[in-house]
T-cell receptor, first 114, second 113 residues
């Protein structure tokens, strides 16, 4: 079955530190992959997406993610975290034949200490 | 411009009551999606529309759940005879067309007592 897994439920980092949020996928073929961020009381906002081509994807707010087929991973990174990055982050995937049916991971809550 | 809006933002229902949740997509967006997000979980797909056509309703958990989009813009998700397990945040998203980025609303938090 198709699935997206986020192994880390909660991550805490200091402001200015680097960040990596993990995401693993299980799909029969190369999926379309997404990272969304959800702040309290706000809707999900798309940070970046991968469809094909360059495996390093740049997104908004200084985030990037790298697609690694050999590891079935699509980890999200940011070189220097800001306090405003504290939120819930969701990785999602969809199949190439049904690109609109997103399957989400369970999310990683990011806490940022000053 | 205006984003996706949902109403009500919060709804408390007694078990057995029927509820209706409204989604106003971004103007001109052809596709509309509903997701259910239980506490501590990621959103789960319920159904989606292209204009007024419901193309996939495989995620609706039971026949108590019904969604419509009669004129291809506003959509309503109706839950009949609500149960406690229906308590969740219901998210609506719209996109310019199929295969394009989905833009999410703030959600409706439903609590069934």
């Amino acid at each position: 079955a198709q699935s997206v897994t986020q192994p880390d439920i909660h991550i805490t980092v200091s402001e200015g530190a680097s960040l990596e949020l993990r995401c693993n996928y299980s799909y029969g073929a190369t999926p379309y992959l997404f990272w969304y961020v959800q702040s309290p009381g706000q809707g999900l906002q798309l940070l970046l997406k991968y469809f094909s081509g360059d495996t390093l994807v740049q997104g908004i707010k200084g985030f990037e993610a790298e697609f690694k087929r050999s590891q079935s991973s699509f980890n999200l990174r940011k070189p220097s975290v800001h306090w405003s990055d504290a939120a819930e982050y969701f990785c999602a995937g969809s199949s190439s034949y049904n690109t609109d049916k997103l399957i989400f991971g369970t999310g990683t809550r990011l806490q940022v200490f000053p | 411009g205006a984003g996706v809006s949902q109403s009500p933002r919060y709804k408390v229902a007694k078990r057995g009551q029927d509820v209706a949740l409204r989604c106003d997509p971004i103007s001109g967006h052809v596709s509309l999606f509903w997701y259910q997000q239980a506490l501590g979980q990621g959103p789960e797909f319920l159904t989606y529309f292209q204009n007024e056509a419901q193309l996939d309703k495989s995620g609706l958990p039971s026949d108590r759940f019904f969604a419509e989009r009669p004129e291809g813009s506003v959509s309503t998700l109706k839950i009949q005879r609500t149960q406690q397990e229906d308590s969740a945040v219901y998210l609506c998203a719209s996109s310019p067309d199929l295969g394009e980025t989905q833009y999410f609303g703030p959600g409706t938090r439903l609590l069934v007592l």
